[in-house]
């Protein structure tokens, strides 16, 4: 993996020893030296906090809704002929056209928690309802021959069966809640935002700065991706 990125870094730092053009394709060790002058600022560090906040708040109330409804809408049928039209919309539409949308509804600095929750809802309940219509019949046969009570049930035979669904779930869902959120800034243009300074840097020509804002989204990409997933397997 490591040689891999080398690799790639090296392919970088030609191309931009090519093209001669830090407006094209600012060179590696620029964007390093910027990126470092970035982090001695205020504002790069509480871009940084705004979106992850916001962002992550969107995501654990997608997540929430998701398992609650996914109960619900396995337990009662109507539940889940009704939410199955919306899932479907919320799959199918790009996510730009939400975006434009809920820029009509709803306030600019609450738009990127709002996309991340439409991300990580339809995944997360339909990997719930997966989940739990997956689990063994026999062992429910098992649990009702035996008497057992609702809650030793659900602890014995549904929630083995639903764990791994919702781990891959959860675990997916983080990524495409990040990009969409960081997305839903660059439309709605926040005070202090990570996309907000993607933007301006775009505006402005600054392609060093569009170049250090990428890889500060992918660097915590990664980093929030890697933290769910050892908090998922933890729990």
């Given amino acids: 993996m490591t ?46 906090a705004v979106s992850l906040g916001r962002i992550l708040e969107g995501y654990a109330i997608g997540a929430a809704a998701g398992v609650l409804f ?58 719930t309802v997966e989940g739990i219509r997956s689990a063994d019949p026999a062992l429910l046969e098992v649990a009702k021959v035996y008497g057992f009570s609702t809650r030793k049930t659900v602890k014995l035979v549904y929630v083995p069966a639903l764990r791994p669904f919702l781990r891959s779930s959860l675990s997916t869902a983080v990524g495409f809640a990040w990009k969409a959120g960081i997305t839903g800034e660059i439309f709605a243009l926040p005070k202090l935002a990570i996309g907000t300074m993607l933007y301006n840097a775009k505006i402005f020509l600054e392609t060093l700065d569009v170049f250090c804002w990428t890889l500060v989204i992918i660097g915590l990409s990664l980093m929030i991706e890697g933290v769910v997933k050892k908090l998922v397997r933890s729990i």
């Fill in 3 to 48: 040689l891999a990125i080398l690799f790639w870094i090296a392919v970088w730092q030609v191309l931009s020893a090519f093209l001669d053009n830090s407006l094209l394709v600012a060179s590696p060790l620029a964007v390093l030296k910027r990126i470092i002058q970035l982090a001695g600022t205020m504002q790069f560090w509480v871009s940084i």
């Fill in 70 to 127: 996914g109960v619900l809408g396995t337990k009662f049928f109507p539940v889940h002929l009704l939410l199955s039209p919306l899932m479907a919309v919320i799959k199918s539409a790009p996510v730009t056209s939400f975006i434009i949308l809920a820029l009509v509804w709803i306030k600019s600095y609450e738009l990127s928690a709002f996309i991340a929750f439409l991300m990580v809802f339809p995944m997360v309940y339909s990997s």
